[in-house]
């Protein structure tokens, strides 16, 4: 009877052991928020919740789970939160062994305009130390996106608690959900990519000994800013510092074999530049141990952040490895690094090519120098009076654009979206071409920009004011003198009935004729929220009569100046036909004065 007791008791402590391990973590909040629960000194809390949430045009439609009917839990940016408050989710206390690895797996929507972030820590056992695991900021798209972070302790056991931080956006629609909770033993094993460097094998791949320098692996904050992965200093990539070589030298990263069978077509991978002429990034196919012509190769100079790259693998017809490698430059100070390299088995997308129906496919918003973003949306826009009805793709509801909504932001905030790298090609220039609409009496401008580097911004097209209830073709043509890349910027115009939507947007050969040369905005009446503005009256009656004034006086001077034979008659008629040649002239000749 005695034994029978101690086995219970035995039975009963490794099943609470086991519980506080794993059972309170994992959580589909079909039944509850299982083991979690609100902290009590942050602003306010996650709601469990099933459908849309109360704000339109933010949050999910439906749960991850199950669809229709499911429950998930996600932060509500109503009032009386203000920007900046914080929602936190505490996991009970979860066993840690000495130099044990956990991977924990989420999902998670971040869709509106207002998005804010949602951050993951781990809170030690002393409840008082917290180390940022994973971060992401900024609208997502309308979806359900996994994540996952391999969660490394030290040599120290013990309890540790996990926890989910939504960070208030600003304003209404930043309603930011997660759903379907998972923590088990051992490194998370990366989905479809090739290689993310979050384990210590550099995931098969090994150096090349006949170069002059090695790769090295470093946390997310060497150089400047995180790594791509995870966002946050716990992550890891791979570089190589300028000041580790001489002009010339060669450092090269060969991966682990990949099947012709297996492997995908399309490679993508992610990489940052600090610093001026660094050095160049080529990327190489190796079969059979000969190394053939590079596939992929560019001297980096925008050195804003972490930037996409995408390359087709052609006339692959053995197993191969990946090489990148990089050649120092002139620069003396800087590093290149590479992250998340992904092999996808379907063709890359035409470069800066998107119909915005699945996500922004190489497009960004990044912040650099604007505040708002770009956000996809089906159907109106949820504002009045303002924005599309339908997609320019399928002319249906069911479609999806991109937009910049107007409402609750400052006159003359910029939102801006940016392409991946368009690398240069002295053989043929480009044309980009795209769809655009522009209705409301509170439309600004919307503007498309060359970006050679952080200081170096060329202006290539613009249309401003209310055009009317139509998706507009436009297009412009861009010089490939030089990489680059290409901005779309939204600036807020006078009111709240001022939204800006793009779609199908796509690079073409060959340089073209901009359309529309100027677009004049269509008569609407001002949107300024009912006020009658008598002072812009008066002052806009006051300078049109002088402007008259003026004008007839220089046409009098101009007259009897002409009379006399001055050389104020003799008038030459200026060619102002833009072509790319024309473009890349005045950049030479700006950047020399």
């Excluded at 000969?290 to 992929?296: E, S």
């Excluded at 996500?359 to 009045?384: A, H, I, M, P, Y």
């Excluded at 807020?492 to 793009?502: E, N, Q, V």
């Amino acid at each position: 009877m005695i034994k029978v007791h101690v086995v219970t008791v035995v039975f009963y402590i490794l099943c609470v052991y086991m519980t506080k391990v794993y059972a309170q973590v994992d959580c589909d909040f079909e039944n509850g928020i299982c083991g979690w629960r609100q902290a009590l000194d942050d602003a306010f809390d996650w709601s469990r919740h099933k459908g849309v949430t109360n704000t339109p045009h933010t949050g999910p439609g439906e749960d991850h789970t199950i669809g229709d009917g499911g429950y998930y839990v996600y932060i509500e940016n109503n009032s009386p939160q203000v920007p900046g408050d914080t929602a936190n989710l505490v996991s009970e206390e979860i066993m840690f062994e000495s130099n044990q690895t956990k991977c924990l797996t989420f999902w998670y929507h971040m869709h509106g305009v207002h998005i804010g972030e949602l951050h993951v820590h781990v809170l030690e056992h002393d409840n008082i130390h917290d180390r940022e695991i994973w971060n992401i900021k900024g609208t997502q798209g309308d979806v359900w996106k996994m994540a996952q972070v391999s969660i490394v302790t030290g040599d120290d056991r013990g309890m540790r608690r996990i926890v989910f931080e939504g960070v208030h956006g600003g304003l209404v629609q930043g309603d930011i959900a997660i759903d379907d909770i998972t923590l088990v033993d051992g490194a998370c094993i990366p989905q479809d990519l090739v290689c993310n460097f979050e384990d210590s094998a550099w995931c098969g791949g090994s150096q090349d000994s006949t170069d002059d320098f090695d790769w090295s692996m470093s946390g997310g904050t060497f150089g400047s800013g995180v790594d791509h992965t995870y966002g946050s200093t716990e992550g890891y990539f791979i570089y190589v510092q300028a000041s580790d070589l001489t002009k010339g030298q060669t450092a090269r990263f060969m991966t682990s074999s990949y099947s012709v069978t297996t492997s995908g077509f399309c490679l993508e991978f992610y990489f940052k530049v600090t610093g001026q002429k660094v050095a160049t990034l080529n990327v190489y196919i190796s079969q059979g141990g000969v190394q053939g012509d590079a596939i992929w190769s560019r001297t980096p100079q925008l050195g804003e952040g972490w930037m996409i790259a995408r390359v087709n693998i052609c006339e692959v017809t053995s197993d191969y490895k990946l090489i990148f490698e990089v050649v120092r430059g002139t620069g003396n100070a800087g590093f290149i690094g590479v992250d998340d390299i992904k092999l996808m088995d379907k063709e890359c997308a035409p470069l800066a090519w998107c119909t915005f129906e699945d996500d922004l496919c190489t497009w960004e918003n990044t912040k650099r120098f604007d505040n708002l973003d770009w956000v996809q949306n089906k159907g109106g826009t949820s504002t009045g009076n303002t924005g599309p009805a339908v997609d320019h793709t399928t002319g249906t509801v069911n479609g999806t654009y991109i937009y910049v909504e107007a409402s609750n932001a400052l006159i003359n905030s910029l939102g801006a979206i940016y392409s991946e790298i368009i690398p240069a090609n002295s053989s043929d220039d480009s044309c980009l071409e795209f769809w655009y609409h522009m209705k409301g009496g509170g439309i600004g401008e919307l503007r498309i920009d060359r970006v050679l580097s952080s200081v170096k911004i060329r202006e290539l097209w613009s249309v401003k004011g209310n055009q009317g209830d139509d998706w507009l073709y436009g297009r412009v043509g861009v010089p490939r003198n030089k990489d680059c890349q290409l901005t779309f910027t939204a600036v807020r115009g006078t009111g709240p009935s001022g939204d800006i939507a793009l779609d199908d947007i796509a690079l073409t050969p060959g340089f073209c004729e901009a359309i529309p040369i100027f677009h004049e905005p269509t008569p609407q009446p001002v949107d300024n929220g009912g006020d009658i503005n008598v002072v812009g009256i008066v002052v806009g009656t006051l300078v049109g009569v002088a402007v008259i004034i003026a004008v007839v006086f220089a046409g009098l001077f101009f007259m009897f100046r002409y009379r006399k034979g001055s050389s104020y008659g003799n008038f030459k008629h200026e060619d102002k036909t833009v072509t790319a040649k024309n473009l890349a002239q005045l950049e030479v000749t700006a950047e020399n004065q």
